[in-house]
């Protein structure tokens, strides 16, 4: 298992060791690529998951709608930077708040402002169907929501 060393071998010196693993770690840190994640301007995997949190709150929201008979709605704000989801009873409730990474923009192809998202109890949406844009400085993801049967989906590169 161990060897002894006799006095005319030689090992590594600790010198050669720290310049071996120096000149391995500057060959990796130039191969790994450079990722933006953490920079919502322009990280596209960012951009993505805040896409698919929308569309799995859009898709509760309809959900609830269709069969738990809840009349929940969302609400896409005018400042272009957040979402929320309330439910009417007596008194409006806020579900959910969600508001966008700095960076990320939304946007809507209809000219309510705020846009209001809801269900009927057959899930189309009401007052119909709708495109929502998820932007930030280097790309942009676009929602759909189908006018008659409420489908959400993503277009384009995704």
Same mark, same amino acid.
């Given at each position: 298992?161990?060897?002894?060393? %006799?006095?005319?071998?030689?090992?590594?010196?600790?010198?050669?060791?720290?310049?071996?693993?120096?000149?391995?770690?500057?060959?990796?840190?130039?191969?790994?690529? %450079?990722?933006?994640?953490?920079?919502?301007?322009?990280?596209?995997?960012?951009?993505?998951?805040?896409?698919?949190?929308?569309?799995?709150?859009?898709?509760?929201? @309809?959900? %609830?709608?269709?069969?738990?008979?809840?009349?929940?709605?969302?609400?896409? @704000?005018?400042?272009?930077?957040?979402?929320?989801?309330?439910?009417?009873?007596?008194?409006?409730?806020?579900?959910?708040?969600?508001?966008?990474?700095?960076?990320?923009?939304?946007?809507?192809?209809?000219?309510?402002?705020?846009?209001?998202?809801?269900?009927?109890? @057959?899930?189309?949406?009401?007052?119909?169907?709708?495109?929502?844009?998820?932007?930030?400085?280097?790309?942009?993801?676009?929602?759909?929501?189908?006018?008659?049967?409420?489908?959400?989906?993503? %277009?384009?590169?995704?």
């Amino acid at each position: 298992m161990w060897r002894v060393l %006799k006095a005319n071998e030689n090992g590594l010196t600790l010198i050669e060791l720290i310049t071996v693993v120096s000149i391995f770690s500057i060959i990796v840190l130039i191969t790994v690529p %450079k990722t933006d994640f953490f920079n919502s301007k322009t990280s596209e995997m960012r951009l993505r998951m805040v896409a698919n949190e929308l569309i799995s709150d859009i898709r509760y929201v @309809q959900y %609830k709608n269709i069969h738990e008979n809840e009349s929940l709605y969302l609400i896409l @704000q005018s400042d272009h930077k957040e979402y929320d989801i309330y439910k009417p009873d007596t008194m409006v409730k806020r579900i959910k708040s969600k508001k966008l990474p700095d960076g990320i923009m939304i946007s809507w192809d209809l000219s309510q402002n705020p846009l209001k998202i809801s269900f009927s109890n @057959q899930g189309a949406p009401t007052p119909g169907g709708c495109t929502i844009s998820l932007l930030n400085s280097k790309k942009r993801i676009d929602i759909t929501i189908l006018p008659a049967t409420g489908r959400v989906m993503i %277009k384009g590169n995704y």
